[in-house]
């Protein structure tokens, strides 16, 4: 079978018409090309696809240079390393060894080293984008668990698992790439010996990039990175009361933890009506006292669940009876609303106190953030001002459109709903498990937002409605939780819990390999009604077990064996993950929800997969050590005719064969894994760069860059100017497509300035990796922007320092390759010395880091504060808001409006396909699935069904 001979035009020789003409319509497209995907109306697989055929149907590109991409090894390695990643999530190694290396601290800045190092590590050997799909539901737990705002975490995970895939050539798919398109390019030019790529050749300047980036971040946490609540009010003043059981009584400020809260702070402490302002550290606190809070308020209420207090409202913080409004038994509140209070108000220049909330608005007070600063003092005694946020306690009788609550309240936000559907359901404590002999709010299971502990079963046989603060947990314990969906999945891969109905569960003879959780809802026909499960025996009818039942706006009898079902009830099944299908026209249910990721973890294999993991990196370390010896190498060409052991793709599929032998992870969850956009993207993306150098447009371009290198003097700007166009091209394009365009640009100008084909992928790998301002620039991005539910803004407020941080030290690196040992050591000198010294000062008594801290905020903090707002912050807003936003809005606001309206044109013409189902009655929105319940998820929505 011949071999297509490739085209690569000389941009100093003459060019004809005809080859000028096929580079403006090169120039064009893209532009084209590149407009579409900014305005978001075609996603780039489909864009690069069609560009790619547009290409070679055009004659600038040949076949084997259009379909070049297709199977190239780089791609095709990426693509099953899916399959490995894959099953190691199954399996639960991932979660217990990260939970273990967690801990769990409660400092954002241990929270960020104890996550930034292990995450680097793995990222260097699996592929980056799957270890954040993995990462991201176990650090949101972790933060859940430990009190740290996940905010301040998902971002640094992005980032690390980003920086921590340049360390080798298997980290991310990048690398990948840009190892295929140079291996293609010197096999093509026959010097592929001199130019071939190994696993480690990368790691000696991309280890001392990860460590700068690695403490950049954890060193500039503090000021960068957003709380939990940074979408609403950050700054609430909250009265919470000193409850009998509490922590808290009978200690100092300083002993009790009081004074090392993240997030919020004590700014008084009210006794017996009489109200210090910030008591000093050694105030001590006794019961009863009411103790007040400004912060935000996600953190507020871990630390009133885990000190063993209780939020008051403006009623009820004088000592009044508990709001009526409060369901004590179940939750700390109903609905959670904040509201900005008009200036046209006719509550302004009224106390709180002397409002009546309940009767008018059904609501009460139990947080006020005043619009020109903070309010002190008794919640009960301020008085309403124009631009106030308030936090409203609502019940369900709320009517947020009423005319009375639109004229006196704007800009209202549903901060969290406890009416919303909540599961009852039932885990027991594991013998020798880590939550043997702690509370639950050392275990962890306390102050998660939509997880509530209300009672609980002792193996003795006892029960206990309304579980102590300070009662142990022991082995066997049943403890009942009220759990939304995606807190039910959490308590599922805790290790330290089992179901108490998996017994119900294994009884169904469905293969755990097979299983995962259905939502299922009892039509008004079906023949469950008035008849509670092990009657209907629903087990043996349908090979499924009932794990939980849902009832809005009421809680359900605890064994889920004697409840009586109803119209509406949403049963929470574990059965097999054919279960949707198999019963989608059974009339017993109105609608059929798979919940997606949520198959069993499968931690009889976690050694198994762990081991096969490790072994297919070693063949490749392996072949990194020996590719120097050259007996070795002529050895495998004479017996088995190639120069390496194994390559790294069919490395990763016989893994994953021995996986499934093994029974780490199903085939339907292989196929699921790929994330075949990214495949279509990256691998027409090959095709497109070859019409970028087949045209002459990648010397052209690279002529502008050996001119400039020349004229500053020497390789290493060349090789910075290539990182730094890089990168900006990866916030514009994908990281993959931004690599695959420039590489053909890359090498022309490492030919002609004699630089190693090497050391200019290593300068493309760093440049392309670097999409940190841009949240959809990068597939990692855009998995923690989502999950973290963070804006644009915030995204960009640590990715641009963070950007150009690292710009700075990668050129540092670059223009210093030959010094690669001493910069390590300087490297990790400083690393251990920054962690030493942090280490060091948490073992110092309070009563002297206090002090320090205080000079700190004084001194240093508050000023270095005013100044970035002053001089960077607030001025970059402005330039980008004025100088950028706004003339782009101005051009690009009919070109986006025309785009919209030929997309909505085309949608019409493809026409709807949605999921039917029948109902007679309205049924509460489902989620599909979920990652976290604090608000850090946009979760999609099945709408309400219409008889």
Not at 334 to 341: A, C, D, E, R, S
Not at 938 to 946: E, G, I, S, T
């Amino acid at each position: 079978m011949g071999v297509e001979t490739w085209r690569i035009r000389d941009s100093k020789t003459n060019i004809s018409p005809s080859v000028q003409g096929e580079a403006v319509m090169v120039i064009v497209t893209l532009f084209f090309a590149f407009t579409i995907m900014a305005g978001g109306w075609a996603p780039p697989d489909i864009v690069f696809t069609i560009v790619n055929s547009l290409f070679h149907t055009a004659g600038i590109v040949t076949d084997a240079q259009a379909s070049a991409g297709y199977g190239n090894t780089g791609l095709l390695t990426v693509v099953f390393l899916y399959w490995v990643a894959e099953g190691v999530y199954q399996t639960g190694a991932l979660d217990y060894i990260m939970t273990y290396l967690l801990g769990r601290s409660r400092s954002p800045f241990w929270g960020i080293v104890r996550m930034g190092i292990p995450v680097m590590a793995i990222s260097a050997f699996l592929n980056n984008t799957p270890i954040v799909a993995l990462m991201t539901p176990i650090i949101i737990s972790w933060a859940r668990s430990s009190g740290v705002p996940a905010k301040k975490l998902l971002i640094p995970l992005s980032f690390f698992a980003t920086i921590g895939g340049t360390v080798t050539l298997i980290g991310t798919s990048t690398n990948l790439v840009i190892s295929g398109q140079q291996t293609q390019r010197y096999t093509t030019l026959k010097k592929l010996e001199e130019a071939k790529f190994q696993i480690f050749d990368i790691a000696p300047y991309g280890i001392p990039y990860a460590i700068w980036g690695f403490l950049f971040i954890a060193l500039t946490q503090k000021w960068l990175l957003p709380g939990n609540s940074s979408r609403y009010s950050k700054d609430l003043l909250i009265p919470t009361k000193v409850l009998h059981n509490a922590t808290v009584a009978g200690k100092s400020i300083i002993d009790s933890g009081l004074k090392s809260i993240f997030g919020a702070q004590v700014v008084g402490i009210s006794r017996k009506g009489v109200y210090q302002p910030h008591p000093e550290a050694s105030f001590v606190v006794q019961e009863g006292d009411t103790v007040y809070f400004a912060g935000e308020l996600d953190n507020i209420e871990f630390y009133v669940a885990e000190f063993g207090l209780e939020i008051l409202t403006a009623e009820t913080e004088t000592g009044a009876l508990a709001s009526e409004l409060v369901d004590s038994d179940a939750h700390a509140y109903h609905k959670l609303t904040q509201v900005t209070v008009r200036s046209a108000s006719d509550l302004v220049g009224q106390s709180l106190s002397a409002i009546p909330f309940r009767t008018r608005f059904h609501s009460v007070v139990i947080g006020l953030q005043r619009g020109n600063g903070r309010q002190e003092g008794h919640l009960s005694d301020a008085v309403v001002a124009p631009g106030d946020i308030l936090l409203f306690n609502s019940s369900d009788e709320l009517d947020v459109q009423s005319t009375d609550f639109q004229a006196n309240f704007t800009e209202v936000h549903l901060v969290k709903d406890n009416l919303a559907k909540s599961f009852i359901v039932s885990f027991a404590v594991k013998p020798k498990s880590r939550l043997v002999g702690k509370t639950l709010a050392e275990g962890g299971l306390r102050g998660i937002p939509g997880l509530f502990a209300f009672a609980l079963d002792t193996p003795l046989g006892e029960h206990l409605d309304g579980i102590p603060r300070s009662y142990i947990l022991q082995a066997g314990d049943a403890v009942w939780f009220a759990a939304e969906l995606d807190t039910v999945t959490f308590l599922r891969k805790n290790p330290s819990l089992v179901q108490v109905q998996q017994r119900q569960v294994e009884k169904t003879d469905v293969d755990m390999i097979h299983r995962q959780l259905t939502q299922a809802v009892i039509s008004p026909k079906s023949y469950l009604i008035g008849k509670t499960l092990r009657q209907a025996k629903f087990r043996e009818h349908y090979s499924a077990a009932v794990v939980g039942i849902a009832r809005e706006g009421v809680r359900v009898p605890l064994r889920v064996e004697e409840v009586v079902l109803q119209a509406g009830d949403v049963l929470l099944l574990e059965g097999n993950i054919e279960f949707e299908k198999e019963h989608v026209h059974d009339r017993a249910f109105a609608l059929l929800l798979a919940v997606d990721q949520s198959d069993p973890p499968k931690r009889y294999s976690a050694v198994v997969a762990v081991f096969l993991t490790t072994c297919m990196v070693l063949t490749q370390v392996v072949n990194g050590l020996c590719a120097s010896n050259p007996d070795y190498v002529q050895y495998l060409k004479d017996y088995l005719y190639r120069s390496d052991l194994i390559n790294l793709w069919p490395a990763a599929v016989l893994t994953t064969f021995l996986m499934l032998v093994f029974r780490c992870l199903s085939f339907r969850q292989a196929q699921r894994s790929i994330l075949w956009d990214v495949y279509l993207t990256v691998a027409a993306a090959f095709g497109v760069s070859n019409a970028v150098e087949a045209t002459g447009l990648a010397r052209a371009i690279a002529n502008l860059f050996v001119d400039i290198s020349q004229n500053v003097g020497g390789q290493g700007p060349a090789l910075v100017a290539i990182y730094i166009a890089t990168a900006v091209l990866s916030e514009i394009l994908t990281n993959n497509a931004a690599g695959a365009v420039m590489y053909p640009i890359a090498a022309t100008v490492a030919d002609e300035l004699n630089i190693e084909p090497t050391t200019m992928s290593i300068a493309i790998m760093l440049g392309a990796s670097a999409g940190f301002i841009n949240p959809f620039s990068y597939q990692c991005n855009l998995m923690v922007y989502s999950a973290g539910n963070y804006t644009f803004g915030e995204f960009a407020k640590v990715g641009a320092p963070f950007q150009v941080y690292l710009a700075i030290v990668a050129a540092f690196i670059l223009c210093n390759l030959d010094k690669w040992h001493q910069v390590w050591i300087v490297s990790f000198v400083v690393l251990a010395a920054i962690l030493a010294i942090a280490a060091a000062y948490t073992v110092l008594p309070r009563k002297i880091t206090l002090p320090v801290e205080e000079k700190l905020e004084k001194y240093v903090e508050k000023p270095l504060g005013w100044f970035l707002g002053t001089f960077i912050f607030r001025p970059t807003t402005w330039f980008i808001k004025n100088i950028i936003v706004t003339p782009i809005k101005f051009v690009w606001g009919p070109i986006q409006s025309f785009g919209d309206k030929v997309s909505d044109q085309v949608k019409g013409l493809w026409g709807k396909n949605p999921r039917k189902a029948s109902a007679d009655f309205p049924v509460g929105t489902l989620s599909r699935s979920s990652s976290s319940s604090d608000g850090l998820t946009k979760k999609p929505q099945v709408a309400a069904l219409q008889g």
